[in-house]
């Protein structure tokens, strides 16, 4: 009998769509949304990350200034606590996506290792 995979990855979705660290990060994304004073600055630091990234991607040294630029703009997120909140959520977020992906990788990892023996 064969499993479809992808049946399986849709319900890993489904499941993740349930998880109480999503949900709790998708709450604290309304309330940025909602805020006048959050949103314009959250924005103005997924334009700056997306911008760097890009940079770096490309192989493009980030300046000195922007750097500094990184840094007070950093300062100026962490300082509001509803962006704050949603970037702590996000690191959950981010660590259960983490081991859900050591667990989906772990049949590779073996067949390579098994070289090593």
Known sequence: ???????????LQNALNE???????????????????????FSEFQNFQMTMQQKMMQGAQISPEESTQAQALMAKVSQNPLISNLMQAEQRMNLVIQDLNKIIMKPLEDLYSSLNR
């Open 19 to 41: 998880h109480p660290d999503l949900k709790n990060l998708q709450s604290l994304y309304a309330q940025i949304l909602a805020d006048p004073n959050a949103k314009p600055l």
């Open 1 to 11: 009998m064969s499993v479809n995979i992808h049946d399986i990855a849709y319900s």
